[in-house]
């Protein structure tokens, strides 16, 4: 004998929802006015940067703020021991601290070259601090996608003016993009995901490290 599933609550709301709208289109009603997209209090750019930092440290991400001219000292302090590093074409060859091997894609890389790759170095399109999100349109100084997702760390370099409050701002900013048909990485922290038994796994889906480094305007 077969028994009815239970349904969740918030399921069963959103079916309801569902349902409601369909039966109103149906009949010839006027379709229900909802409530305006929901906008937090602005933030200043010192309130945002602070939360973005506080969401990348909750990724169990690293987090350096320099001013430009400590840039190429913080990212050798980010890359570490790592020696074999892609390096995306528009990344300025004075970011980088001398007696590396720069992994340039330009001819493209193949996959073996890049799976030798110990670090990538990108700039990113904008970034928001409410999630602590990292957004790439793939455009200069931030390469194609395999770039960003093969390596085991990935230091992105992150000036001041690209951190935006919310995701909404975010997307407009990435319009652009979009309409000339570039590919999007959405990046919150480090590669990470669970079991069945939550037991957390790194470095699966991309990089296991993420290090971001705000440049201070």
């Known amino acids: 004998m077969s028994h009815p599933k239970s349904v969740h609550p918030h399921n069963a709301e959103a079916r ?3 349902l409601t709208v369909i039966n109103r289109a149906i009949a010839g009603a006027a379709p229900v006015e909802k409530p305006p997209y929901p906008r937090p209090q602005p933030l200043s750019a010192a309130e945002r940067e602070e939360q973005f930092r ?13 001013p430009l001219a400590e840039l190429p000292q913080a990212i050798a302090a980010a890359l570490g021991r790592a020696q074999r590093v892609l390096v ?3 990344i300025p060859a004075d970011w980088l601290p001398a007696g590396l091997e720069q992994l340039r894609d330009e001819p493209r890389l193949s996959h073996a070259q890049l799976d030798r790759a110990e670090a990538v170095v990108t700039g990113c ?3 928001v601090s409410e999630t602590g999100t ?16 093969i390596p085991d760390l990935h230091v992105c370099v992150v000036r001041e003016n690209q951190i935006v409050q919310t995701v909404r701002g975010a997307v407009e900013r990435l319009g652009p993009a979009v309409r000339a048909g570039r590919p999007l990485t959405w990046l919150s922290g480090g590669s990470a995901t669970s079991d069945i038994e939550l037991v957390r796994v790194e470095g699966v889906h991309g990089p296991r490290a993420l290090h971001v480094i705000v440049v201070a305007e």
């Open 125 to 127: 399109a904008v970034a």
């Open 16 to 18: 309801l929802e569902m």
């Open 54 to 66: 506080d969401r990348i440290l909750d990724y169990r991400a690293h987090y350096t703020r320099v």
């Open 88 to 90: 995306p074409a528009g």
């Open 134 to 149: 990292i957004c790439l349109d793939h455009g200069a100084g931030q390469g194609r996608r395999a770039l960003s997702l």
